[in-house]
């Protein structure tokens, strides 16, 4: 069975910080991790994926994440944050075969203090 | 450019009166997926049809029905919606054998207010 924990519901930074978004995994097989955004009132939009090619991931708008399998993690970062990367964040694994299906975490607020 | 829709993308309905949410895709895609999720939750499973293979989630509860009659389109009917039932609805689609390691695509959601 495979799970997902992100810490921290909400994270707040300023504008031009670090952003930091944790996500530790556990998986009985070789994990497949996703990181979605979700802005207000639309779908999820991939941010990026590790699907056990190099363990540091670049994404869209600057974000990447590495994969940590001593650590179980996947933490999301990016150098600078911006105002319109405010939204929620899910962190989520599969485990392959069949259908593919993804468990998320419990996902992170991110707000952005101008 | 490929993508998944839903329509419409604002529901609204009345309690007990039955809704249908509809989805369509260009991508060709073996599996379509359909997640409820509530104010400031994860997306929730609620079934996924595997080509034609319909597949519910345990936990789905029996007011929530499917049909998927060709590979583009997917359809959600709520026969009885309850007030507990308003949700964004979110579709997916996936494929399996294409190496994407499980990455699914969501379309923008349909909001179901109940009233």
């Known amino acids: 069975a495979q799970s997902v924990t992100q810490l921290g519901s909400h994270v707040s930074v300023s504008e031009g910080a670090l952003v930091l978004l944790r996500c530790n995994y556990s998986?009985?097989?070789?994990?497949?991790l996703f990181w979605y955004v979700q802005y207000p009132n639309q779908g999820l939009q991939l941010l990026l994926k590790?699907?056990?090619?190099?363990?540091l991931v670049k994404g869209i708008n600057g974000f990447e994440a590495e994969f940590k399998k001593s650590e179980t993690s996947f933490h999301l970062t990016k150098p600078s944050a911006h105002m319109s990367d405010a939204a929620e964040y899910f962190c989520?694994?599969?485990?392959?075969?069949?259908?593919?299906?993804?468990?998320f975490g419990q996902g992170t607020r991110l707000t952005i203090n101008p | 450019d490929a993508m998944v829709i839903q329509n419409p993308r604002y529901q609204v309905t009345q309690f007990g009166k039955p809704v249908t949410l509809s989805c369509s895709q260009t991508?060709?895609?073996?599996?379509m997926y359909w997640y409820q999720q509530k104010s400031s939750q994860a997306p929730k499973l609620l079934f996924h049809?595997?080509?034609?293979?319909?597949?519910n989630e345990a936990d789905t509860p029996d007011n929530f029905q499917s049909r998927r009659p060709n590979t583009s389109f997917c359809f959600l009917d709520i026969r009885s919606p309850g007030l507990g039932d308003a949700a964004m609805y979110l579709c997916?689609?996936?494929?399996?054998?294409?190496?994407?390691?499980?990455?699914?695509?969501f379309g923008p959601g349909t909001r179901l207010t109940v009233l």
């Open positions: 997916a689609t996936s494929n399996p054998s294409g190496g994407g390691g499980g990455e699914q695509f």
């Open positions: 998986s009985s097989v070789p994990p497949y």
């Open positions: 590790y699907t056990s090619a190099a363990t």
């Open positions: 989520a694994v599969s485990g392959g075969g069949g259908a593919q299906k993804l468990v």
């Open positions: 991508l060709n895609h073996n599996v």
């Open positions: 049809y595997y080509d034609k293979d319909f597949n």
